[in-house]
């Protein structure tokens, strides 16, 4: 198999399918169901966000901490503080999910099933010009706005310029950010400088292994640039060992880089 080759093959085999997806999808709907039957008019809305609506979540076997963000925007008329919803939240999760593991992380309820985790995070909308705006908590005590669709259609557009590789590339970068940089990059920090910086990346890229190496460049940091620079020159030997005719050779050094699972 030739670099590319591999390096295509794995970045669809990064992507969730078939019954998994299934099982997920219908998990979103009956956590939906059960927010809304649970609270009532209370929650105004259920957004999922995030890597998962974005399409570049990775399967739990490739990424064990993979979870689809779910925010519930809540009425806030009396303007109480995020860690309210938080405790709301929690105590919804117990009782409707009473076998499931349920804990607070930072300013979110987790839910765990068997096969996937939830990020549950409480919101407001807040209207303004944008339809896109919401308060979400920055800590127990505080809000911060944010306005989850603006980098999607960010993202879909860089996607769409690229030849729709930048999504796949994203998800090889995010695996290797897993398995060789040992999660240094936050996975959000990691898609927005990929997806911010390489909109015109088809200038100077057509391949997969120029688009990783690329994005190896852009996203690279400098307390660990060293395993940026040895990832890159590993691609490097593995296309010169496919020009020699060493395909064999050229797969396992790749593998080096992204391993298969």
């Not at 998994?20 to 979103?28: F, G, M, V």
């Not at 939830?118 to 944008?130: C, D, G, I, T």
């Not at 310029?161 to 940089?181: G, S, V």
């Amino acid at each position: 198999m030739t670099v590319d080759g591999y390096l295509s093959t794995l970045s669809n085999e990064l992507v969730i399918r078939d019954s998994k997806k299934d099982s997920i999808t219908l998990s979103i709907l009956t956590l939906n169901i059960r927010l809304k039957s649970y609270f009532g008019s209370e929650v105004v809305d259920i957004i999922k966000f995030g890597s998962y609506s974005r399409g570049t979540i990775l399967p739990r076997n490739f990424d064990e901490k993979s979870d689809v963000d779910v925010m519930v925007i809540f009425k806030n008329e009396h303007n109480f503080k995020p860690q309210t919803f938080l405790d709301k939240l929690k105590r919804f999760a117990s009782a409707k999910y009473s076998t499931s593991e349920v804990y607070q992380s930072s300013p979110t309820i987790v839910l765990e099933l068997n096969h996937i985790k939830f990020e549950l995070v409480p919101a407001n909308k807040v209207y303004s010009w944008s339809n896109d705006t919401y308060n979400i908590p920055k800590s127990y005590s505080t809000w911060m706005l944010t306005h989850p669709k603006s980098f999607d259609d960010t993202l879909v557009e860089c996607n769409k310029n690229n030849n729709y590789k930048m999504k796949p590339i994203i998800r090889l970068l995010k695996y290797w950010n897993i398995k060789k940089n040992y999660r240094e990059l936050a996975s959000f920090g990691l898609e927005k400088k990929t997806a911010e910086e390489m909109g015109l990346a088809y200038f100077f890229c057509s391949s997969y292994s120029d688009y990783v190496k690329e994005g190896l460049k852009t996203i690279r940091t400098y307390n660990s640039s060293y395993r940026f620079d040895l990832a890159i020159d590993k691609i490097n030997q593995a296309l010169t060992l496919e020009k020699e005719g060493k395909l064999y050779a050229a797969e396992i050094k790749i593998k080096e880089v992204f391993p298969g699972d």
